[in-house]
Nanobody
């Protein structure tokens, strides 16, 4: 079992920044990637970003490229998401996830464990 705990959500004005953090504990040895998803009210959960454990390569959905940056610390089993130039459409519950196999980052079914999520609200 793996436990994931997110922190750092909140309310921010359009154009502002937030940094989300996620800490993984438990049986994390050999994980393949960690990532972030978001779910807005009435919408499906959407892939946001992921980072590959071995290569450190980041992956982003198109709508956040150039604004969000994912980073990870393998020794601490943590992953952060720096979100800049936030827009109202970024408002959602953001969840951290971890996976132990390769495949498409976009499919939620291919991620193995999930955090509870943290609310991000972008509003003036």
């Amino acid at each position: 079992q793996v436990q994931l705990v997110e922190s750092g959500g909140g309310l921010v004005q359009p154009g502002g920044s937030l940094r989300l953090s996620c800490a993984a504990s438990g049986r994390t040895f050999g994980y393949y990637a960690m990532g972030w998803f978001r779910q807005a009210p009435g919408k499906e959960r959407q892939f946001v970003a992921a980072i590959n454990w071995s290569s450190g390569s980041p992956y982003y959905t198109d709508s956040v490229k150039g604004r969000f940056t994912i980073s990870g610390d393998n020794a601490k089993n943590t992953v952060d998401l720096q979100m800049n130039s936030l827009k109202p459409e970024d408002t959602a519950v953001y969840s951290c996830a971890i996976r132990f196999r390769s495949g498409s980052y976009y499919y939620t079914d291919e991620w193995d464990y999930w955090g509870q999520g943290t609310q991000v609200t972008v509003s003036s």
